[in-house]
């Protein structure tokens, strides 16, 4: 039998300092981030949780006017939780910029900053959103500010993209035709320069039919000042991939009870396995429970029989019917979630019922946490 998800001793550990919840787009994930972060809070810990989502709902429900790209404290009247809760939500080109100037002198970051290729790949590049979110999260590990920090992981089209985005940025940046353009910086002698210049020369000509020879130029004074800082680059990417793995960490794989959803939890799930990263358990969002102790074929024989009596309760045989909706639709997640669980027994379940409307506030975050940790 599936173990129940006990969110609260997940969140209450002193040795839990990084939360990342991911799944597939469109599950609840932010809110489900914002609420786990607000119960944490609530219960005393120092929390921030990091949100990719630029929609200004998450700043709304935690009475902010907005996110920026640094953490701002959640502060409300009558909120007085016993820790702290901060927030903040990912801005790509501020962290990629914080990022040059940190690994570079000030006068190469000047160049890196204003280069035209850098501006491009700095907001456009494949990857570059999800290996800036684990960037932002390595800051923040790093002030040692906060006992936990909640990731909201970016909205992708698959849910590895996460993981896989240090190694497929570096492997961009590294690429054989993007290292060609630094070639004759980083070429050693006279003679050598020679040679490789013009062959370079030749490959300068044939690339800039295509891409035009001012962003060719751009691309090589870009790759040539961001040579030696390379190196902190990668090194960065090591460290946050290391802390996604460490036993400090623990990741929440979100899904709506939805094939689609499902079976992208189950591809995360297992590569998880793969990589050897720490899988707390599954939080099956918008669930739909049944209500009443009765059947759907009791239902809608009683909603057949009001509706057969002149005069009867039209309102009542209207409630029967959706009644009826509910069961089928309760056992077509439960048939869902439970093919889930029979392809992975070891992994933890919360289901969490859907909530009449959208979040917007507090208490609406307040109350999904609650649904999350209730037994």
């Given at each position: 039998?599936?173990?129940?998800?006990?969110?609260?001793?997940?969140?209450?550990a002193?040795?839990?300092?990084?939360?990342?919840?991911?799944?597939?787009?469109?599950v609840g994930?932010?809110?489900t981030?914002?609420?786990?972060a607000?119960?944490?809070?609530?219960?005393?810990?120092?929390?921030?949780?990091?949100?990719?989502?630029?929609?200004?709902?998450?700043?709304?429900?935690?009475?902010l006017?907005?996110?920026?790209?640094?953490?701002?404290?959640?502060?409300?009247?009558?909120?007085?939780?016993?820790?702290?809760?901060?927030?903040?939500?990912?801005?790509?080109?501020?962290?990629?910029?914080?990022?040059?100037?940190?690994?570079?002198?000030?006068?190469?970051?000047?160049?890196?900053?204003?280069?035209?290729?850098?501006?491009?790949?700095?907001?456009?590049?494949?990857?570059t959103?999800?290996?800036?979110?684990?960037?932002?999260?390595?800051?923040?590990?790093?002030?040692?500010?906060?006992?936990?920090?909640?990731?909201?992981?970016?909205?992708?089209?698959?849910a590895?993209?996460?993981?896989?985005?240090?190694?497929r940025?570096?492997?961009?940046?590294?690429?054989?035709?993007?290292?060609?353009?630094?070639?004759?910086?980083?070429?050693?002698?006279?003679?050598?320069?020679?040679v490789?210049?013009?062959?370079?020369?030749?490959?300068?000509?044939?690339?800039?039919?295509?891409?035009?020879?001012?962003?060719?130029?751009?691309?090589?004074?870009?790759?040539?000042?961001?040579?030696?800082?390379?190196?902190?680059?990668?090194?960065?990417?090591?460290?946050?991939?290391?802390?996604?793995?460490?036993?400090?960490?623990?990741?929440?794989?979100?899904?709506?009870?939805?094939?689609?959803?499902?079976?992208?939890?189950?591809?995360?799930?297992?590569?998880?396995?793969?990589?050897?990263?720490?899988?707390?358990?599954?939080?099956?969002?918008?669930?739909?429970?049944?209500?009443?102790?009765?059947?759907?074929?009791?239902?809608?024989?009683a909603?057949?029989?009001?509706?057969?009596?002149?005069?009867?309760?039209?309102l009542?045989?209207?409630?029967?019917r959706?009644?009826?909706?509910r069961?089928?639709?309760?056992?077509r997640?439960?048939?869902?979630?439970?093919?889930?669980t029979?392809?992975?027994?070891?992994?933890?379940?919360?289901?969490?019922?859907?909530?009449?409307?959208?979040?917007?506030?507090?208490?609406?975050?307040?109350d999904?946490?609650?649904?999350?940790?209730?037994?």
């Amino acid at each position: 039998m599936t173990d129940r998800l006990d969110i609260d001793t997940l969140l209450d550990a002193p040795e839990t300092r990084v939360v990342v919840c991911c799944g597939s787009g469109g599950v609840g994930k932010t809110t489900t981030a914002a609420a786990l972060a607000l119960r944490a809070a609530e219960r005393g810990r120092q929390t921030v949780v990091l949100t990719i989502d630029p929609a200004r709902r998450l700043a709304q429900a935690l009475g902010l006017r907005e996110l920026g790209n640094h953490p701002r404290k959640v502060t409300v009247a009558g909120f007085e939780p016993k820790g702290e809760l901060w927030a903040m939500m990912l801005d790509m080109r501020r962290t990629f910029d914080d990022m040059v100037r940190r690994h570079a002198g000030p006068e190469r970051a000047e160049q890196l900053l204003s280069n035209p290729f850098y501006q491009t790949i700095s907001t456009s590049f494949s990857g570059t959103q999800e290996y800036m979110a684990m960037e932002k999260l390595g800051q923040l590990a790093a002030t040692g500010e906060w006992d936990l920090i909640i990731v909201d992981t970016p909205p992708s089209r698959s849910a590895l993209d996460f993981l896989d985005a240090p190694n497929r940025l570096s492997a961009a940046l590294d690429g054989r035709m993007i290292r060609l353009l630094t070639t004759p910086a980083r070429a050693g002698s006279w003679g050598l320069r020679k040679v490789v210049s013009a062959g370079f020369s030749m490959f300068a000509k044939a690339v800039s039919t295509i891409l035009g020879g001012q962003l060719l130029a751009d691309a090589s004074a870009f790759m040539q000042a961001f040579d030696s800082t390379f190196g902190g680059f990668r090194e960065r990417a090591s460290k946050t991939a290391e802390l996604l793995r460490s036993e400090g960490t623990a990741f929440l794989v979100v899904a709506a009870p939805e094939p689609d959803a499902l079976r992208e939890a189950s591809y995360f799930v297992d590569r998880l396995s793969t990589e050897a990263m720490p899988l707390a358990g599954l939080v099956a969002n918008r669930t739909h429970p049944v209500l009443a102790d009765l059947s759907a074929v009791d239902a809608l024989a009683a909603a057949e029989a009001l509706e057969r009596e002149a005069g009867s309760a039209p309102l009542a045989a209207a409630v029967l019917r959706l009644h009826a909706d509910r069961v089928e639709m309760s056992r077509r997640e439960q048939r869902l979630i439970a093919r889930f669980t029979k392809a992975h027994p070891t992994v933890a379940v919360a289901g969490v019922p859907a909530l009449p409307s959208d979040v917007h506030d507090l208490p609406g975050l307040r109350d999904v946490g609650n649904r999350i940790a209730a037994d």
